[in-house]
């Protein structure tokens, strides 16, 4: 218990450990770092700091299991059984996993349960996916048979995030395991706990050993010696955009397989003919979910003029109804911030924001919570384009509404910011709602609906939201080599050089 008397998950390990070749390490040069409570920002638990030393082990580890174990020549239907059975212990495991999840980052419990159905669903989704998968064969009659030949790559690099850690890890597990290659992979530092629960899982499931290997440790260490190891060909990063950049320019010398999912700053464009209720109980959720610590959050809400003070009125009483609580009560929909540092960083763009626009609701701390990263659910309306609010990513439950005459300029301010990941457009013309969805600069747009994802549908951004695009099929084509296998069938077409007269 603490100042705020909330729980503490029990049998909480000692500390958080590496996992290499089948077993919990600690660092090799000794080195930890310390996690936060974030109701608290006291330290609960130490950490290992993974170094390069570390790195190389896992990799060593990776590299041997693919190179002799027997992951990468199994059936796919027996990889895909394998894949099941962590599918049933993550879904068996939930309302542990949810609790560790929310008690390490902060999110509401009952989101960390939804979070922690969605991994266990991104097994199972790739389990059947390798099953279900063909080839393509392309015939040229009488001549050619054309064929694709899918190969695992290697060790795959996989660098997460903290916010919905597990979920987010088990977005590159699956596919990347599914696939054939084997892992090392390096979780966010301000939120290690739920990763741990991984090596009991695979393992459990029958996984070899070696298959996945797990490096904890901060960024700019673990993560840069993973990002700039030889052995590694691939690297799989969900992050910020500077980040993603850093990596980029890491990764080119060896000239690596990246996949980039970036921030954002996404605009939700409400018309006039939208259907009022759901537009604004959708984007409520799209924005204060998950703390607002959301990629996909519809951060910038532009809405018609004509009913934009409607709008900006009942969105505000809403917003102010929005229970913050701490992250494991049930009730609670927005819960704690992750850490202190991210505290800040959102508090500060809160104080930014009381400049460039008009503050209907939050704006600090919520009643109650003098201690603790609690942020009160805060809206700012007559955003102009040009103000940070609207500009930058915040990552917190803070968002901003501007008003828009056309639809031009609605599209106008929709892509006048360097990202695009996601777009929300409401409206019940069926013309503009397509013609504005193909002209919108967004890597995923949704039409009258909240984020809602099909596994199946490609996951990514443009511009500085991401590189690359992972869903369905398309992570697989990133996890593999797809070489072509060319038959002759016919005459050897074959130009002679050098012809003896
Ligand atoms: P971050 O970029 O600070 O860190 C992400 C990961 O990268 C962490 O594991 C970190 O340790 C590691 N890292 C940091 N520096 C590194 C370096 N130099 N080399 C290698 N690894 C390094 O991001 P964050 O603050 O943990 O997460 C929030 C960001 O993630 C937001 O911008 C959010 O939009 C984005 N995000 C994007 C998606 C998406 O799918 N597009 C999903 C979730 C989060």
């Known amino acids: ?27 090799a040069e000794g080195g930890t770092f310390e996690v936060l409570n974030p109701v608290t920002n006291e330290t ?21 299991a693919f190179e002799t174990g027997p992951w990468r020549e199994m059936l796919p239907r027996e990889r895909s059984r394998v894949l099941h059975r962590i599918a049933d212990l993550v879904e068996d495991r939930g309302d542990r996993l949810a609790e560790l999840e929310s008690f390490d980052s902060g999110l509401p419990i009952t989101q960390a349960l939804g979070q922690a159905r969605r991994a266990a669903e991104n097994f199972r989704f790739f389990a059947d996916l390798i099953v279900a998968q063909a080839d393509d064969v392309y015939k040229v009659p009488g001549r050619q048979v054309n064929y694709v030949s899918r190969k695992p790559i290697g060790v795959a690099g996989l660098i997460t995030p903290w916010n919905t850690p597990f979920m987010l890890e088990s977005w590159k597990l699956a596919p990347a395991l599914a696939a054939g290659n084997s892992v090392v992979l390096k979780p966010a530092e301000f939120t290690p706990l739920s990763a741990s629960l991984w090596a009991g899982i695979f393992a459990e499931a029958g996984l070899p050993t070696g298959v996945f290997n797990l490096v904890n440790g901060l960024g700019e260490q673990a993560g840069d010696a993973l990002v700039k190891h030889p052995e590694v060909p691939l690297i799989s990063f969900t992050g910020e955009s500077s980040t993603g950049q850093t990596i980029f ?26 259907d009022l209720e759901a537009a604004i109980n959708a984007t409520v959720f799209g924005v204060f979910s998950l703390n607002g610590e959301r990629c996909t959050a519809g951060s910038r809400i532009l809405v018609e ?43 500060s763009y809160i104080e930014i924001g009381k400049g460039e626009g008009r503050l209907v609701a939050g704006g600090g701390r919520p009643e109650g919570f003098p201690t603790g990263n609690f942020v009160a659910p805060t809206v700012f309306a007559d955003v102009p384009s040009e103000a940070r609010i609207f500009q930058e990513e915040i990552f917190g439950p803070v968002v901003a509404i501007t008003p828009f005459d056309s639809e031009e300029e609605a599209l106008e301010l929709a892509n006048d910011t360097k990202y695009g990941l996601a777009a929300y457009i409401w409206t019940n013309d069926l ?3 397509h013609n504005f969805a193909q002209s919108v600069q967004a890597g995923m747009v949704w039409l009258n609906s909240n984020n809602v994802r099909d596994l199946r549908t490609p996951f990514g951004g443009v511009k500085a939201s991401g590189l690359g695009h992972e869903g369905g099929y398309r992570s697989l084509d990133f996890y593999t080599d797809q070489q072509a296998v060319h038959i002759n069938l016919g005459e050897v077409h074959n130009p002679v050089f050098g012809k003896a007269d």
């Open 305 to 347: 003029r004509s009913i934009y003070d409607e709008f900006v009125e009942r969105y505000a009483a809403q917003a102010k109804r929005v229970k913050v609580g701490f992250p494991h009560e049930r009730e609670t929909e927005v819960g704690a911030l992750v850490h202190p540092e991210h505290f800040e960083k959102v508090m």
């Open 431 to 433: 013309k503009r709602s």
């Open 44 to 64: 609960y638990i130490h950490a290992a700091a993974g170094t390069k030393a570390d790195v190389d082990r896992a990799v060593a580890a990776a590299r041997r």
């Open 249 to 274: 320019a890491n990764a080119a010398p060896a000239l690596k397989g990246l996949s980039m999912e970036l921030g954002g700053k996404s605009p939700a464009v409400v018309f006039a003919d939208a």
């Open 1 to 27: 218990m603490n100042d705020y008397q909330t729980p503490v998950p029990a049998d909480l390990p000692e500390r958080i450990q590496h996992y290499i070749d089948g077993e919990s390490v600690d660092s």
